[in-house]
């Protein structure tokens, strides 16, 4: 018996995957759409199919976490607008790049190898960033003052340079127009060719060259995100590459994972979990070239390996923001119940 055209255990598989994959999307501003897209490579479906049937899960599940995220006013729409004509034009190019790839039968492995270097080379700044926020913080325990919203020197040192055209941004800071271009241009590439949101490039790319606080960062990234899935599963889809069933069964997982994602924002430091995002970026890096290897040797024992490290690594860290909210609600609620009772 099948519903959606997918057996029950591929079924399963899917929707719980979408739970994780939207937890991360919530949470982060990213991380979601970027792990779709080697699971469907793992699971045999052909590079336009999974990039397709991607970009389109990427839309529904940015249009939750938007809405998460604008609740609480932490949107630069304007950010968002001035990006979109860069990310329409970088989808499109990256689009024609990988249908090029398909018509020599070359656009799996080299999607896979582009994963395995843009997975593992955020990874690795993620998870150096996250220690080196641990040794400042050991080293500064009495400076509990944060300047400029915390944004990042590499920010400040970009938006010195006051090359016009100068916008100004919802939070009253200004930026150069050409960098916004490139960076909406450079995501909507990455977008259009791995068939991701871009979020785990647009996320840092926001924060630390357009120089936005982080809040803000990750909640106008999900709006990038859905722009980018939007276009992207119209272009796509006009192909006639988009496996509705599997998008169907991710959405309605990830439906309640990015609002618990989301959510988790406001009791959870990010700062608890982004080494461990960091390294399941490693793993899912490492997860993509056991794939490939598997593909290169015949031997479908490595393809396993790939899928367990891949849906593992998603798995742990789901759980760790879990686990860190629930601890936050239940200090605050043990805080309120003590203050009531003494009031």
């Known amino acids: 018996m ?3 055209g997918l057996p029950p255990a591929l079924l399963v598989l899917f929707v719980s995957f979408g739970f994780m994959v939207g937890v991360f999307f919530g949470f982060f501003g990213m991380g979601g759409s970027f792990l779709v897209t080697p699971a469907l490579l793992i699971l045999g479906y052909p590079a336009p199919v999974a990039i397709g049937s991607s970009m389109a899960f990427v839309f529904g599940t940015a249009v939750i ?41 070359q656009a799996e492995l080299v999607v896979g190898i582009a994963y395995i270097l843009l997975l593992g080379a955020i990874g690795i700044v993620f998870t150096r960033n996250a220690l080196k926020q641990d040794e400042t913080a050991d080293n500064a325990e009495d400076d509990n ?23 100004t941004l919802t939070d009253g800071s200004k930026a150069s127009m050409w960098t916004i271009s490139g960076v909406g241009g450079g995501v ?21 060259l357009i120089g936005v606080p ?66 399941m970026l490693l793993l899912a890096s490492a997860a993509v070239a056991f794939g490939e290897f598997a593909n290169w040797f015949e031997m479908p024992i490595l393809d396993t390996v790939s899928f367990v490290l891949l849906i593992g690594s998603s798995f742990f860290v789901t759980t760790i923001i879990i686990y860190y909210g629930a601890l936050a609600v239940r200090e605050r609620k043990a805080t309120a119940d003590l203050t009531s009772s003494h009031g």
């Open 2 to 4: 099948e519903l959606l």
């Open 65 to 105: 976490a938007t809405l998460k995220h604008h609740d609480v006013g932490q949107v630069d729409y304007k950010l968002g607008a001035l990006m979109f004509v860069g990310i329409v034009l970088g989808i499109e190019a990256g689009k024609m790049l990988v249908f090029g790839l398909e018509a020599i039968g």
């Open 145 to 167: 003052q944060h300047t400029d919203d915390d944004i990042p020197d590499i920010a400040k040192k970009i938006k010195s340079y006051n090359i016009p055209p100068m916008v």
């Open 188 to 208: 909507g590439v990455v977008s259009g060719f791995l068939g991701v949101g871009g979020g785990f490039i647009r996320m840092p790319a926001i924060y630390y």
């Open 214 to 279: 982080l809040a803000a960062a990750v909640g106008t990234s999900l709006f990038g995100a859905l722009m980018s899935g939007a276009v992207g599963a119209f272009s796509y889809g006009l192909s006639g590459v988009i496996d509705l069933g599997v998008v169907t069964a991710l959405l309605v997982g990830s439906a309640l994972g990015a609002r618990i994602g989301s959510a988790s924002t406001a009791y959870v430091d990010e700062n608890d979990v982004t080494i461990y995002f960091g390294i």
